[in-house]
């Protein structure tokens, strides 16, 4: 596979900043308030939808034979439900304490919603169906307009209608950008506030096209994490593993608990702060791993598994734990913005074939050294893959024979291997 055609960055640059609110009980409450009335706006306007849904699912609107079917109705889109916002505030005044670009905002989010679900995004990839929001399961509020420069102050931050909020402002705001959007996030352990950043005047980098010599091949695992074409080893951070035993007793602490009193309550936000402590430590080890990866200046080929896939076998526990969807999707979004390329190939055959002289090898799951009885390769199975995963982003075939000569001109230092 031939990667001729490198992609630039898509400008102006959008990033976003995430930091911890400090409130008081009387932002919390009003807060709380506005996330509620928010899901209340979300199921209703999503229930219009699928009411339409159900009475216009057929195209006839007429019977010639025993009864006349009524008319159809026109679909609620956002434009509809914008405007009748206008109602919602006559016969529910609290809503009138909302920001208006709030509450279209959470319209916004309903249509995406459903019609990802009718038409699918833009790859054409369909959603489930969506799901009405019961208590605690809406959990954000938007700011959609642009927050100026001159409402955010140290340590505080302004907002529309509420006034100003306290932050703990653990990194500066970067030179040059605007805050273009904010959201109020609620998390077990606190409130948070993400601001999306835009910067137009940053300089265009467009990544050079890989090659052997400015290319690493990884193999992600569960074995080791990661093992690179060099067989460098990631070790592996069984973050939910290691927490099992403390949360299986705080849920089952939790199911012993009599529902709606207030001790359950209490073992609830136990049991999701638990949860939380794992993710954070998860999320934290996949940046780290990026990081170390992208310090090299290189690009960065993997293989392009079907993770969904994989989350339903034998091996489920293990697959969501180590958390390789997440960790590809920073890998991207760190090597864009270090003017580098992630690039994915076919899994097809990377771990079977033979990265000295490009023959199969057949391999059973259990099997970790690579054996070659044709040219007497022999290595870890996950060094191999990643040999060849590297030769594949590059546009050559993993049989080395195959190579041309300019090719491997263009690498400095032939690997040990190939001495």
Partial sequence: MHYNAITAFIFPMRTAYQ???RLTKLQQSTIDQWIELARRQYNYRLAERFK????????????????????????????????????????FPEYKDLPSHTLQDVIARVEK????????????????????????????????DPVKPEH???????????????????????????VKTAAIIKKVDGYYITLSLQESSVPVLTPDAPTLKNTIGIDVGLKSF??????????????YRKAEKYLKRVQRSLSRKKKGSNRRKKAIKRVAKAH????????????KAAQKLLQQGKHVAHEKLNIKGLAKSRLAKSVNDAGWGQF?????????????????????????????????????LKDRIHACPQCGLTLDRDHNAAINIKYLAVGHSVNKAHLTSEAIAGVDEKPALYA
């Fill in 19 to 21: 930091y911890r609110l």
């Fill in 52 to 91: 339409w849904y159900e009475q216009n699912r057929c195209d006839v609107d007429a019977c010639p034979l025993i009864c006349h079917l009524s008319e159809l109705k026109d679909r609620p889109d956002f434009y509809a439900q914008k405007r009748d916002l206008v109602n919602s505030k006559k016969l």
């Fill in 113 to 144: 919603a459903f019609d990802r679900w009718l038409s699918g995004d833009s790859n054409g990839s369909r959603c489930g169906k969506p799901r009405f929001k019961g208590q605690g399961r809406f959990r954000s509020i938007a700011f959609p």
């Fill in 152 to 178: 955010i102050n140290g340590r505080f931050i302004q907002l529309p209608k509420i006034g100003k909020l306290k932050m703990i402002q653990h990194r500066p705001l970067p030179d040059g950008f605007k």
């Fill in 226 to 239: 990661l093992v690179d074409d060099s067989g460098e080893e990631i070790e592996i951070s069984q973050h």
């Fill in 276 to 287: 939380l402590k794992v993710s954070n430590k998860r999320k934290d080890f996949h940046y």
């Fill in 328 to 364: 590809l999707q920073i890998l991207s979004i760190k090597a864009e913005k270090a003017g580098l390329l992630a690039i994915a190939v076919p899994p097809g055959g990377t771990s079977q074939n033979c990265s000295g002289c490009g023959i199969k090898v057949p391999k059973e």
